[in-house]
T-cell receptor
Framework: GENVEQHPSTLSVQEGDSAVIKCTYSDSASNYFPWYKQELGKGPQLIIDIRSNVGEKKDQRIAVTLNKTAKHFSLHITETQPEDSAVYFCAASSGGYQKVTFGTGTKLQVIP | SAVISQKPSRDICQRGTSLTIQCQVDSQVTMMFWYRQQPGQSLTLIATANQGSEATYESGFVIDKFPISRPNLTFSTLTVSNMSPEDSSIYLC???????????FGPGTRLTVT
């Protein structure tokens, strides 16, 4: 089955700096890679995703990159703000109602 | 996206009892998923529920412990049976919207077993 590794487990950045979270996956059949943000006491919220036919996707301050050859994908948050503080999960799936496998999570702290 | 609600939002239960968690979606969806998230941990899929058929359970999860119902396209329940303190977790339901790969999560049910 799919295995998703995520690093780092914790990340502290100064407000305004960038944050990068990296994930690797094992199953070459995976073709859909979502990222979730989970705030304390809430369910995970889908913030951005990327499919295997695309190498990069941006949405305002958030971007995701995918290297299918190396089976790596990363989340980049620029100009971080205190409200970005949360736990972020990467995930991988072969899509179409298939199982989503989650990474272990990264606790991001943005220091004002 | 889909709007998902769960009941109860939290509960404290005695060892040996059972709790049924409800998940309601604001639109019809084909697949619903139940996850467990232990404190400070990632999400682990318990089972996938398709309307009109038996749920499909992941390795390590069995129907006798986690029976699931899926009576229609907007509703599902997960029961945690014969609870022990090890069942203390957040239980989350999610849905995939119309086969477009995107999964959306409910707010979760925080269960404490004493």
């Amino acid at each position: 089955g799919e295995n998703v590794e995520q690093h780092p487990s914790t990340l502290s950045v100064q407000e305004g700096d960038s944050a990068v979270i990296k994930c690797t996956y094992s199953d070459s059949a995976s073709n859909y890679f979502p990222w979730y943000k989970q705030e304390l006491g809430k369910g995970p919220q889908l913030i951005i995703d990327i499919r295997s036919n695309v190498g990069e996707k941006k949405d305002q301050r958030i971007a995701v990159t995918l290297n299918k050859t190396a089976k790596h994908f990363s989340l980049h948050i620029t100009e971080t703000q205190p409200e970005d503080s949360a736990v972020y999960f990467c995930a991988a799936s072969s899509g179409g109602y298939q199982k989503v496998t989650f990474g272990t999570g990264t606790k991001l702290q943005v220091i004002p | 996206s889909a709007v998902i609600s769960q009941k109860p939002s939290r509960d404290i239960c005695q060892r040996g009892t059972s709790l049924t968690i409800q998940c309601q979606v604001d639109s019809q969806v084909t697949m619903m998923f139940w996850y467990r998230q232990q404190p400070g941990q990632s999400l682990t899929l318990i089972a996938t529920a398709n309307q009109g058929s038996e749920a499909t359970y992941e390795s390590g999860f069995v129907i006798d412990k986690f029976p699931i119902s899926r009576p229609n396209l907007t509703f599902s329940t997960l029961t945690v049976s014969n609870m022990s303190p090890e069942d203390s977790s957040i239980y989350l339901c999610s849905v995939e919207g119309q086969g477009n790969y995107e999964q959306y999560f409910g707010p979760g049910t925080r269960l404490t077993v004493t």
